[in-house]
């Protein structure tokens, strides 16, 4: 097969290399493989890390910093961004697990305040309208601590909301938001069954206040059940967040002329079939090979039967994990494992 075209477009390799970092490394390993191709890059996010820095590259905004609550409810400095009256906030950046020491995480204990805090904010500086990125938390509320920061639901009600889901799970339920995030952040299988109690108390507390029944809507889930509340209280619409940070790069257009897209992320595995960068971009691709290649790869049958063109994962079996990701042997391992990959003979 002859490629002319190649577009790269990876999520970030999370506490590693952003995503623009991981498509120069690729393009480096191109410029030797394929010298004569032409390679375009872009950076995607799927509502998790580097949604802000993926929109207001777009959009040409500038960043925010303000004080805010970390999960445990320590006071912070967290950064959201601005174009115009529109705020783009990471949820993570106020609610994040990369904020908390392994042995601090416990959903249990966690809170979504600093969220609301983040918002009411943007409000302040007089945004109306707001994207708000959910993915990589360390809570499991159903987005409680966020909704009862005072004075958030008065000023809040009647702006714009749109929610760029990472996930399409439920509220509660075998595909909820406590039993299938909830022992990533930290909970134990004890704490797992709590935490879901929890949230479909809180379910039903939410039906009876807003009229919403939140359990088994799709995305309502994401964020420990930050989708759920957003949805609930404040009318906000849900999006799959790769498929807004897609629209808003005109990705489709880019697609004209190529003859092979390659993505990734940090670690991918049946989780990404769920809403995230790599599938986001397969969904789009038509007829388009699509080469995913991230930092580790788990459960391959199942992304293989996907459609994935390629599984290559960059990190050597034999490799410890930190200094796999130390950024400078991240970039070295992506330009390796292309460059083998495409000194193939069928790629000549």
Not at 16 to 43: F, H, N, Q, T, Y
Not at 115 to 139: K, M, N, P, R, V
Not at 326 to 338: F, V
Request: net charge negative; aromatic share 4%.
């Amino acid at each position: 097969m002859e490629l002319h075209r190649i577009l790269l477009a990876f999520d970030s390799y999370k506490g590693c290399l952003s995503s623009l970092d991981v498509a120069g490394a690729a393009e480096v390993a191109l410029s030797k493989v394929l010298p004569g191709c032409e390679v375009v890059r872009i950076g995607i996010a799927d509502g998790g890390e580097g949604t802000v820095d993926a929109v207001i590259r777009r959009l040409g905004g500038t960043k925010v910093c303000a004080g805010a609550s970390d999960p445990l409810g320590r006071p912070i400095k967290a950064e959201y961004g601005m174009a115009g009256r529109l705020a783009i906030i990471e949820s993570a950046a106020a609610c994040g697990l990369a904020l908390l020491k392994k042995e601090e995480r416990n959903p249990l204990n966690t809170t979504s305040r600093g969220l609301g805090e983040l918002i009411l904010s943007a409000i302040d500086h007089g945004c109306t309208e707001f994207i708000i990125g959910l993915g990589g938390s360390a809570t499991n509320d159903g987005g409680r601590g966020m909704v009862e920061v005072p004075g958030f639901l008065e000023k809040a009600r009647g702006l714009k909301f749109t929610v760029a889901c990472d996930v399409d799970n439920p509220f509660v339920g075998a595909r909820g938001a406590s039993r299938i995030f909830g022992p990533q952040k930290g909970a134990s299988p004890k704490d797992v069954e709590i935490l879901e109690k929890r949230l479909s108390d809180y379910a039903a507390e939410i039906s009876d206040r807003t009229g919403t029944d939140v359990r088994n809507m799709p995305g309502a889930g994401a964020a420990g059940g930050l989708g759920g509340a957003f949805k609930a209280f404040l009318g906000a619409e849900l999006k799959r967040g790769v498929d807004m940070v897609l629209d808003m790069l005109r990705f489709d257009e880019l697609l004209s002329g190529t003859d092979l897209i390659i993505t990734g992320e940090g670690c991918s595995d049946a989780q990404t079939l769920m809403g995230k960068c790599p599938v986001g971009v397969l969904r789009r691709a038509g007829d388009i090979p699509v080469l995913l290649m991230s930092g580790a790869i788990r459960d391959h049958g199942i992304l293989q039967n996907a459609g994935f063109r390629e599984l290559l994962a960059v990190t050597p079996e034999d490799m410890d994990l930190s200094e796999a990701m130390a950024p400078e042997t991240a970039g070295r391992n992506i330009i390796d494992t292309l460059v083998g990959y495409f000194s193939k003979a069928e790629w000549q």
